[in-house]
């Protein structure tokens, strides 16, 4: 029998609806908004929207027999109603019937005509109908599918199927709810057009930001060595393909310099270039750093979030600290490199970047592999065109370089007097091993500087095993010689003395004698108490301890 009972629509609920469509930001809350309501009229047994979107599942689509143009489709994005079984909610947006393409069954063709598809009674018009025995066992009475258009453009389908035979009063309020939904999903894509913008351009100034310190701190391109000069036609011959590099180097070598001078050099320099530090980032964040997550895909997960391969489409993403990448997320990097695709955590929508790839390391790779910590296949796809930055001991003809330019910088920078690396302290710079590379000459340089705030510039490089300290340094060319105690105290009086002389006969402070010595000011205060040690008369001051 017939359900003739009247489908109403109140206006309360009417206003209510579209006045919270309208406060809505993303496209799914939108989305949840529209069908959940629809759904809850006693007389809807199903709510659908389906959204125009580039083709993602065509290999594995349900109609692929039926679409000839693979480029877009209608995707199922929210479901709503209650079947006729207990229990059984028909929320689901990946089954058979998650895709249409258009032009294809009821929902293909109100999208291709921009026209909507009404059956009032099923029972006397069946030929929109797939599933006829479904329809009979929900006791589906009538089909009402509107095209959502804004200004002019087809954006999607909304569709219900009802309890009750369809009359024009509804199909009018359903044409009014239809034409609500099409501009509030275009306020929502803007929206979140708006916050990938955002995003990407948060992304791009916290990279910039890096870079003008990393181009201050380490220098850029300095020296003309041999091994800087290879490196540096190896970055030319690269840098205007879509080759993917691996840097290999050492740490504080300028691996991230090299990385920047391939993108500036290459097609994509008007695009951003995006860091990850693999070593920064917890295992547990990794898929959502990478490819971003949607809401509520985990717990804190507040809202949609892109992650830096969308931040870097069309550009370039460096991937510093490679070896870092647990190898439970390998395979996923691996399957974006090759194919160009990814899914958000929390989303199945497939989507797509072009991005070149830069990758840094200071781990053995090979080693790396034969321990099973990295995959194989994902090395020999990063290894297209390897860069090795030569450690600083390498090309130790760049330090003297290095050294005044740094020096010159952070003087500009602290607003004091210009000074000069004697050749005495240029030799030991060039003399000392420099585990730490570039970073660790700049770092010295800027402790050089500091010290040179109250005095002369005063060059300080740290003890190593197999090295001499270079200031003031206790040294016997026979080390069978042994030192009477009177003796060594005589050593550590002329060594505080000159320590003092050296430093004003300042104690306390990063300028200090206290600090040169490598002991504590209240220490160094008793030592020159005990040893009856004097300013000198002319340069003599009440308070020794400023």
């Not at 695009?271 to 295992?283: E, F, H, L, Q, T």
């Not at 010159?408 to 000392?432: A, D």
């Amino acid at each position: 029998m017939i359900d003739q009972t009247p489908f109403i629509f109140s206006n309360e609920v009417m206003h209510q609806l579209l006045l919270d469509m309208a406060q809505q930001r993303t496209t799914s809350n939108l989305f949840e908004v529209v069908v959940s309501r629809l759904a809850t009229f006693s007389h809807v047994a199903l709510a659908r929207i389906w959204v125009l979107r580039p083709g993602d599942i065509c290999h594995s689509c349900p109609v692929k027999a039926e679409c000839h143009d693979r480029s877009n489709c209608l995707h199922l994005v929210a479901s709503a109603g209650q079947s006729n079984t207990e229990g059984v909610q028909w929320t689901n947006i990946h089954g058979k019937y998650r895709r249409f393409p258009l032009g294809a069954r009821k929902v293909g063709h109100i999208a291709a005509t921009s026209k909507p598809v009404v059956v009032e009674h099923i029972n006397k018009d069946s030929q929109w109908i797939l599933d006829v025995e479904w329809a009979q066992q929900e006791k589906i009475q009538g089909f009402a599918g509107q095209p959502l258009i804004f200004q002019g453009k087809v954006l999607g389908v909304l569709a219900v199927f009802t309890k009750i035979n369809l009359t024009s009063d509804v199909l009018k309020v359903l044409r009014v709810i239809a034409d609500h939904v099409a501009a509030a999903l275009a306020n929502t894509l803007a929206f979140e057009e708006i916050e990938i913008l955002k995003q990407k351009l948060e992304l791009e100034n916290s990279y910039l930001r890096e870079e003008l310190f990393d181009v201050a701190s380490m220098g850029g391109f300095v020296g003309n060595s041999y091994a800087l000069q290879q490196v540096l036609n190896q970055v030319d011959a690269v840098a205007p393909t879509n080759a993917s590099v691996l840097i290999l180097g050492e740490s504080g070598t300028g691996k991230e310099l090299v990385a920047r001078e391939i993108h500036h050099r290459s097609s994509r320099k008007d695009k951003p270039m995006i860091k990850v530090n693999c070593a920064s980032i917890p295992r547990d964040l990794f898929e959502s750093e990478f490819f971003g997550h949607a809401k509520g895909a985990f717990t804190g997960a507040l809202a949609d979030r892109n992650g830096r391969f969308s931040a870097a489409d069309g550009g370039t993403l460096f991937l510093d600290e490679l070896g870092d990448i647990p190898l439970e997320h390998q395979s996923k990097l691996l399957r974006v490199l090759q194919e160009g695709e990814y899914e958000r955590v929390g989303e199945n929508q497939t989507r797509k970047t072009d991005v070149r790839i830069i990758a840094a390391t200071n781990k053995n790779l090979h080693e790396e592999i034969v321990a099973k910590k990295f995959r194989e296949d994902l090395y020999f796809r990063l290894n297209v065109f390897p860069i090795r930055v030569p450690p600083l001991r390498e090309r130790k003809e760049d330090i003297e370089l290095l050294a005044n330019y740094f020096l010159q910088k952070i003087l500009q920078e602290m607003n004091i007097t210009q000074q000069q690396f004697n050749m005495q302290q240029l030799q030991e710079l060039k003399e000392y091993d420099w585990p730490g590379n570039v970073r660790e000459l700049r770092n010295i340089v800027e402790r050089s500087a500091i010290f040179s705030l109250s005095g002369p510039l005063r060059l300080h490089l740290p003890e190593t095993a197999d090295s001499s300290t270079h200031s003031h340094a206790i040294t016997t060319e026979d080390s069978s010689v042994i030192l009477s105690e009177k003796k060594m105290l005589e050593l550590q009086r002329e060594n505080t003395r000159a320590a003092l002389a050296q430093c004003n006969w300042k104690i306390y402070g990063i300028d200090g004698a206290a600090t040169l010595l490598g002991i504590k000011p209240t220490t160094l205060a008793t030592r020159i108490k005990k040893m009856n040690l004097k300013r000198p008369v002319a340069n003599n001051r009440a308070d020794i301890c400023d």
